[in-house]
């Protein structure tokens, strides 16, 4: 497919902006949202959901920039934080951070809670682990790709292990957030994640230029002067750091990295100047609305968000499976 003309870009920028900020904040969800005893009652209904909007904005945009940092430095279309081991890591030092809550209580280490502080300490190890075993100078991208799988199988294992020594009450708590929620996002939670998502989001547009270049393959850009190791590594390094927190606010939400940069790809092509904020609000509003199904499908039972994108991610998966055989 051939990408929008200027006209449609910004068009579409409009109507997503448009979606975003008043179909899903106004319309309310199916059941007894529709009605409200009261006017306080009402407001303070509103502003939780107003907060969920926020840090899914947050939250998706991140997974989405995530994902396309992953598949142009790799050159490949299925390279997410998930695919790399980085969440997993993620989320075991989250898990690790609920059994040590539960053994010294809710204290918070410089402002931040253990789940957090071992959820950015998690996708640090994760991330040095793929580097150690793929070599961070000559690695390949099937070679580290491969490493992150095998770095996701370990750290899995590592979740159900504490699952299976842990209280019930701990071990149910920790599955419950593996699935990946929002249910109770606060604007503590935006504030937590907003600055890492902006300087991802910054650092994407002042390499724009050498992502650029390395859509021709990494042996060409070293030859017109880009540093593709040390790119590579600042930018491993941000999308870690980013997806940290991201995880320890949200939990694990899977496949919102994969398919938000494809999306914006058929909007907008491959040049990152573009393909960068359209990737953020198409993971914005993916997340979004995800979101918004979660808590409305079976209303007034609501179902993880990690649910729903898996529900729509793992068909999608398959397909550019089956696309990159054909190729």
Same mark, same amino acid.
């Given at each position: 497919?051939?990408?929008?003309?200027?006209? $449609?870009?910004?068009?579409?920028?409009?109507?997503?902006?448009?979606?975003?900020?008043?179909?899903? *904040?106004?319309?309310?969800?199916?059941?007894?949202? *529709?009605? *409200?005893?009261?006017?306080?009652?009402?407001?303070?209904?509103?502003?939780?959901?107003?907060?969920?909007?926020?840090?899914?904005?947050?939250?998706?945009? &991140?997974?989405?920039?995530?994902?396309?940092?992953?598949?142009?430095?790799?050159?490949?279309?299925?390279?997410?934080?998930?695919?790399?081991?980085?969440?997993?890591?993620?989320?075991?030092?989250?898990?690790?951070?609920?059994?040590?809550?539960?053994?010294?209580?809710?204290?918070?280490?410089?402002?931040?809670?253990?789940?957090?502080? $071992?959820?950015?300490? &998690?996708?640090?190890?994760?991330?040095?682990?793929?580097?150690?075993?793929?070599?961070?100078?000559?690695?390949?991208?099937?070679?580290?790709?491969?490493?992150?799988?095998?770095?996701?199988?370990?750290?899995?294992?590592?979740?159900?292990?504490?699952?299976?020594?842990?209280?019930?009450?701990?071990?149910?708590?920790?599955?419950?957030?593996?699935?990946?929620?929002?249910?109770?996002?606060?604007?503590?939670?935006?504030?937590?994640?907003?600055?890492?998502?902006?300087?991802?989001?910054?650092?994407?547009?002042? *390499?724009?230029?050498?992502?650029?270049?390395?859509?021709? &393959?990494?042996?060409?850009?070293?030859?017109?002067?880009?540093?593709?190791?040390?790119?590579?590594?600042?930018?491993?390094?941000?999308?870690?750091?980013?997806?940290?927190?991201?995880?320890?606010?949200?939990?694990?939400?899977?496949?919102?990295?994969?398919?938000?940069?494809?999306?914006?790809?058929?909007?907008?092509?491959?040049?990152?100047?573009?393909?960068?904020?359209?990737?953020?609000?198409?993971?914005?509003?993916?997340?979004?609305?995800?979101?918004?199904?979660?808590?409305?499908?079976?209303?007034?039972?609501?179902?993880?968000? $990690?649910?729903?994108?898996?529900?729509?991610?793992?068909?999608?998966?398959?397909?550019?499976?089956?696309?990159?055989?054909?190729?």
């Amino acid at each position: 497919m051939f990408p929008l003309s200027d006209f $449609g870009y910004r068009l579409f920028l409009f109507i997503l902006i448009l979606f975003l900020f008043f179909g899903i *904040f106004i319309f309310p969800s199916i059941g007894r949202d *529709f009605y *409200f005893p009261s006017f306080s009652g009402a407001s303070s209904i509103y502003a939780i959901r107003f907060n969920r909007v926020l840090v899914s904005i947050v939250v998706g945009g &991140g997974l989405g920039l995530g994902g396309l940092v992953f598949q142009s430095l790799f050159r490949n279309s299925l390279a997410t934080p998930y695919t790399l081991g980085i969440a997993s890591g993620a989320s075991f030092g989250a898990a690790v951070g609920f059994q040590v809550a539960g053994w010294f209580g809710h204290f918070l280490f410089f402002g931040f809670s253990f789940v957090t502080v $071992g959820s950015f300490c &998690g996708a640090m190890f994760s991330m040095f682990i793929v580097f150690f075993l793929s070599g961070v100078r000559d690695a390949s991208s099937e070679r580290m790709l491969l490493a992150g799988v095998a770095v996701n199988f370990f750290f899995a294992s590592l979740i159900v292990f504490l699952q299976y020594i842990a209280t019930p009450h701990d071990a149910l708590q920790i599955l419950h957030w593996t699935m990946g929620e929002l249910q109770n996002a606060s604007m503590l939670d935006f504030w937590r994640v907003f600055p890492f998502v902006f300087l991802l989001f910054m650092s994407l547009l002042f *390499f724009a230029r050498e992502l650029n270049i390395l859509a021709a &393959g990494w042996d060409r850009a070293k030859s017109l002067g880009v540093a593709v190791v040390k790119l590579r590594l600042i930018l491993f390094i941000a999308v870690s750091v980013t997806v940290g927190v991201i995880v320890s606010v949200a939990g694990p939400i899977g496949f919102v990295g994969l398919m938000a940069p494809h999306i914006a790809r058929v909007i907008t092509g491959v040049n990152h100047w573009r393909l960068v904020p359209i990737t953020f609000l198409t993971g914005a509003i993916f997340l979004a609305i995800c979101d918004t199904l979660s808590r409305s499908i079976f209303y007034p039972v609501q179902i993880p968000v $990690g649910v729903i994108t898996n529900m729509l991610g793992g068909p999608f998966f398959l397909w550019l499976l089956l696309k990159s055989e054909k190729k």
